[in-house]
């Protein structure tokens, strides 16, 4: 079992960037494959990168491509999204999930952190 804590999120400006941070406990972070999914109001959770356990290749969703990179460090114990260039659209409460396939499906992931808000707003 692994336990999630996210952190990072906040307040920026249209434009800005943050740095989302998820760590993990437990001894066995490497072999998760792990996965940044965001949640707005009244809307469904949404996809947004994962980075593979092994290799570390990484998929994004569309919206994000070119914007958002996820990055891990395995020393640490720790999976990051940096969000770079946010719109407003991107405001949402951004969850960490830890699976055994580096997939888009919240369905697919075993652990989920807490959550950490992020909101884009002038």
């Known amino acids: 079992q692994v336990q999630l804590v996210e952190s990072g999120g906040g307040l920026v400006q249209p434009g800005g960037s943050l740095k989302l941070s998820c760590a993990a406990s437990?001894?066995?972070?490497?072999?998760?494959?792990m996965g940044w999914f965001r949640q707005a109001p009244g809307k469904e959770r949404e996809f947004v990168a994962v980075?593979?356990?092994?290799?570390?290749?990484?998929i994004y969703a569309d919206s994000v491509k070119g914007r958002f990179t996820i990055s891990r460090d395995n020393a640490a114990n720790t999976v990051y999204l940096q969000l770079n260039g946010l719109k407003p659209e991107d405001t949402a409460v951004y969850y960490c999930?830890?699976?055994?396939?580096?997939?888009?499906?919240?369905?697919?992931?075993?652990?989920w952190g807490q959550g950490t808000q992020v909101t884009v707003s002038s």
């Open positions: 437990g001894r066995a972070f490497s072999i998760y494959d």
């Open positions: 980075i593979a356990s092994i290799g570390g290749s990484t």
């Open positions: 999930a830890a699976g055994f396939e580096p997939t888009a499906v919240a369905g697919d992931y075993h652990y």
